[in-house]
């Protein structure tokens, strides 16, 4: 029997092909087939909001491809995503194609033989609640997006584009600017006392730290320097001794297996990928990576869920692959489980590796390099998520220091390794974050100890703002709040900056004064759509619908009226805002006015505040440093899709480009490009190689 299978990506056919020889054709529509109409609203406000779909201009010769394949086969199964897009362009595909047959749909959460040939032994019907919550997703965005851009447009500065999911995150960026901005810092003290037990050698390893905590069985804390001094000069007159030792086991647990959620959150921390490029990543390694001397090969689990439940079969086969690598005691008697938020679709698995026998070891340096490194964080997360505890010993040390009635009490940690549990997966190549260390193992300290101070440190600091959103917070946030589902986070984020409404400083995410202005219209004359709740509880009816709960006609008809309403107020309204323009030092060479900088297709430029009168323009050069390739200046630049980069002004003679901001000097350790960085006021310069770890603080932060 001649068999053929349609999926969205030519890198998804590609991968099943070798999987299934000869048994069967496998094809690709090369995503979505059909859309609303790029020139007018599509959809048929009168008659329940019917869209009207057409075929996409770019799909036409790949639609016509599909459909003489379709008269050649026998059975036809259209296996796109196993989601809401992909039930919808499988739906798509069956009406423009003519697939004959009910059961006709197939799915598989990986792309594995054994996963394909079960998903084709049982074809289903197409799920038409997917579809419709897919229809009303797509509907919803066009009415806001195409209701609404026209009137930014006109009101504020012509070009300008509203989105639904997209402004509510907007908002939040904005609302996180003026927090900083209104942000008053307030004063306190960090007081140490650097303590020796009596008698012992005045060695580093003898000595250590213990923090102010209370006064006369009091908490403490010090906010002026006058306080700090008076404690201080306390300090010095005080006797000290041990009166509190407090020693016991904690346990700590292994994180869940990642959703598409964490799974950027953690790549952005640990491997510094955008949400972007964790998504692209991500899908290839889903799809299928070509892997030396082996071909194309799918490594992961499909990777759009925000669940973290794990087949019981393939937990079951972990704790043997554990016991047998690792040794029993890291095996739990039976698997972990993990608990899925209240608010997830669980429609699919945590993502997890397809084969454990692939270990990272096993395809270090048969692949491309950012592939690896995420299925290693994948692969590593997973395998700790289904080990057992780790433990520790560990001690709280309670010190006071009396001088006449005055007693100042002082407070030190100290914890060690007692069973290394899930931690053990984690190799020493990779990283340890600074907050994750653990701390030095206390001298043996016993309850009336005597010790003597060898120091006090005093430090004055004052509370910081909240800090900007990156790319891993802002995801973070976004799923706590309900905004967007784990397919759109990463385009949420990639929109918002090539809309001009963001832009990257470092790897802060910070609204443009253009951002700042449409957040502020968009409040006072769409609260709806900024409103964080209204958008979460729009997303929970999307839910609905896709289980079958809502129709989805329904949804919109409760939503659209409401917005008519606030765009025909918007509309009426007199005046406009006005997008300032942000004064330069630059004098324009024909007319000698200060030129402004404006905001085009591709970034921000130099241009004359007289036009039309005077129509020059000039390109932004932002030089941010020198290059560590031929010594030139480095400039500030943004991509056609939105993305800050920096490259050398020498080009073409020089290609140098980095996504962070370089250091003038290649590292001396690996070679590697170094960037900056800055932290508490400081900055270093860092190696971009993960596994190498040079860093060196700059004394001068003039450089």
């Known amino acids: 029997m001649k068999q053929l299978i349609i999926v969205e990506s030519p890198h998804k056919a590609k991968t099943i092909q070798k999987y299934l020889g000869g048994e069967a054709q496998v094809l690709a529509s090369k995503g979505h087939v059909c859309d609303l109409p790029a020139r007018s609203l599509g959809i048929d406000i009168e008659n329940g909001y019917k869209p009207q779909y057409v075929v996409s201009q770019d799909k036409e010769a790949t639609i016509k491809q599909l459909a003489q394949a379709v008269k050649k086969y026998d059975t036809v199964y259209l296996a796109t995503d196993p989601d809401r897009e992909g039930e919808a362009i499988s739906w798509h595909l069956k009406n423009v194609l003519g697939v004959e047959g009910d059961k006709v749909r197939i799915e598989f959460n990986e792309i594995s033989p054994k996963a394909v040939r079960a998903a084709m032994a049982k074809p289903r019907e197409i799920n038409m609640d997917l579809v419709d919550s897919q ?55 960090n007081i140490n006392a650097i ?119 393939f937990a079951k086969a972990t704790l043997g692959f554990i016991a047998q690598n690792y040794g029993s005691e890291y095996a739990p008697k039976t698997p972990n489980v993990y608990k899925t938020s209240e608010s997830a679709q669980d429609a699919h698995e945590a993502i997890r590796p397809i084969d454990l026998s692939r270990t990272p070891k096993s395809l270090e340096g048969k692949m491309d390099r950012d592939a690896f490194r995420l299925y290693k964080l994948i692969y590593e997360r997973y395998m700790a998520s289904q080990m057992s505890n780790a433990e520790y010993n560990t001690m709280r040390v309670h010190i006071t220091g009396e001088s006449g009635s005055e007693r100042i009490g002082f407070v030190v940690k100290g914890k060690s390794v007692k069973f290394k549990g899930f931690t053990i997966v984690y190799s020493a190549t990779v990283e340890e974050d600074e907050d994750d260390r653990e701390s030095d193992t206390l001298p043996d300290l016993n309850e009336g100890e005597k010790l003597s101070l060898e120091d006090i440190l005093s430090e004055q600091k004052f509370t910081k703002p909240p800090a900007r959103y990156n790319d891993a917070t802002l995801v973070k946030a976004l799923e706590e709040n309900g905004i967007g589902r784990p397919s759109t986070y990463a385009s949420i984020i990639s929109v918002l900056a090539k809309r001009q409404y963001t832009e990257k400083q470092q790897k802060a995410i910070a609204p443009t004064p253009l951002g700042e ?27 609905k619908v896709a289980d079958g709960n809502q129709q989805w006609q329904e949804l919109i008809g409760a939503f659209y009226p409401r917005l008519q ?108 490009t170094m960037k900056v960085v800055k932290r508490d006021e400081k900055t270093y310069y860092v190696c971009t190689d993960r596994q190498c770890k040079h860093r060196e603080l700059v004394e001068d932060n003039n450089e």
Not at 524 to 535: A, E, G, Q, R, V
């Open 135 to 189: 229809q009303a997703r797509r509907v919803l965005d066009r009415l806001v997006g195409y209701k609404i851009s026209p009137i930014l447009s006109r009101k504020l500065k012509p070009g300008l584009s509203a989105g639904r999911v997209q402004s509510a995150a907007l908002k939040m960026i904005v609302d996180r600017e003026k927090e900083i901005r209104d942000f008053k810092p307030e004063e306190y003290w």
């Open 195 to 313: 303590l020796l037990k009596m008698g012992a050698r005045k060695t580093k390893a003898n000595l250590f730290n213990a923090a102010l905590n209370d006064r006369n069985g009091k908490k403490i804390k010090i906010t002026n320097a006058d306080d700090a001094n008076a404690v201080t000069e306390l300090m010095r007159r005080c006797a000290y001794a041990v009166d509190e030792v407090k020693k016991s086991v904690s346990t700590s647990k292994p994180a869940p297996p990642f959703t598409t959620s964490t799974m950027q959150q953690e790549a952005s921390h640990k491997l510094g990928f955008t949400a972007d490029r964790t998504s692209r990543v991500a899908q290839q390694l889903y799809e299928g990576v070509n892997i030396e001397g082996e071909g194309q090969h799918a490594l992961i689990t499909y990777i759009r869920t925000d669940s973290v439940r794990i087949s019981p079969d």
């Open 517 to 543: 202005t449409v957040c502020e219209y968009m409040e006072k004359n769409f609260p709806d759509i900024m409103s964080l709740d209204f958008t979460a509880r729009l997303e929970g009816a999307l839910d």
């Open 565 to 672: 309403k606030f765009l025909d107020r918007a509309a009426k309204s007199g005046g406009s805002a006005h997008v300032p323009d942000e004064e330069s030092d630059v004098i324009c060479d024909k007319c000698g006015a200060k030129m402004v900088i404006r905001h085009g297709k591709y970034g921000p430029f130099l241009a004359c505040p007289n036009y039309p009168r005077c129509k020059n323009i000039k390109k932004i050069v932002e030089v941010v440093g020198k290059c560590p390739k031929c010594g030139g200046d480095v400039s500030k630049r943004v991509s056609k899709n939105g993305k800050t980069f920096y490259g050398c002004t020498n080009y073409p003679n020089c290609d140098f480009i980095s996504w962070d901001v370089p250091a003038p000097y290649l590292c001396p350790e690996c070679g590697n």
